[in-house]
T-cell receptor, first 113, second 112 residues
Framework: AQSVTQLDSQVPVFEEAPVELRCNYS??????LFWYVQYPNQGLQLLLK??????LVESINGFEAEFNKSQTSFHLRKPSVHISDTAEYFC???????????FGAGTTVTVRA | DGGITQSPKYLFRKEGQNVTLSCEQN?????MYWYRQDPGQGLRLIYY???????QKGDIAEGYSVSREKKESFPLTVTSAQKNPTAFYLC???????????FGPGTRLTVL
């Protein structure tokens, strides 16, 4: 079984400032890692994912996340946020041999002008 | 237009009534999932189905039932046995042996 911990439940940030959302996981087997974003009253959209290869993965809208196996982390970063980045962000993990995703509790990012 | 549809978007029911939430996908995905989302708790898996006519309980299946008679459809019934049914329900689908789950827009169920 695997589990995910998102260390911050709320992250307020000013527009054009950087942001980092922390995610740690535990698992006895190798895993895939994901970040999803949820805008109010909507479903989840995949932001980025780590499957294998380069430990640094990027999204089309400027987010990036780095897989750190020794620290079992997959932190999400963006160097300069926009008002439109206001949303809830979920880290998720899935083991290689399972269909099921395990989600963290979510981090709400509020971007202010 | 490919994707996952859930209906209705908002649903109100009286306590003690069963209610069925619809989930349809035209992505030709084999696997489908139902999650429940509560504030501050992330998503929790209710049921999942890998193929037609087969499904398995997730972490919080008590008080829920599902069917998978067609590949594109995976309806969820919230029964009167579910003690706290008010929540946001999300359906997802994915290809067997691949990684990504795609989510529908969700149904917000309120039991009065």
């Amino acid at each position: 079984a695997q589990s995910v911990t998102q260390l911050d439940s709320q992250v307020p940030v000013f527009e054009e400032a950087p942001v980092e959302l922390r995610c740690n996981y535990s698992s006895s087997v190798s895993v895939y890692l994901f970040w999803y974003v949820q805008y109010p009253n909507q479903g989840l959209q995949l932001l980025l994912k780590y499957l294998s290869g380069s430990t640094l993965v990027e999204s089309i809208n400027g987010f990036e996340a780095e897989f750190n196996k020794s620290q079992t982390s997959f932190h999400l970063r963006k160097p300069s946020v926009h008002i439109s980045d206001t949303a809830e962000y979920f880290c998720a993990v899935r083991s290689f041999d399972d269909y099921k995703l395990s989600f963290g509790a979510g981090t709400t990012v509020t971007v202010r002008a | 237009d490919g994707g996952i549809t859930q209906s209705p978007k908002y649903l109100f029911r009286k306590e003690g009534q069963n209610v069925t939430l619809s989930c349809e996908q035209n992505l030709n995905h084999d696997a489908m999932y139902w999650y429940r989302q509560d504030p501050g708790q992330g998503l929790r898996l209710i049921y999942y189905s890998q193929i037609v006519n087969d499904f398995q309980k997730g972490d919080i299946a008590e008080g829920y039932s599902v069917s998978r008679e067609k590949k594109e459809s995976f309806p969820l019934t919230v029964t009167s046995a579910q003690k706290n049914p008010t929540a946001f329900y999300l359906c997802a689908s994915g290809q067997e042996f691949t990684d990504t789950q795609y989510f529908g827009p969700g149904t917000r169920l309120t039991v009065l």
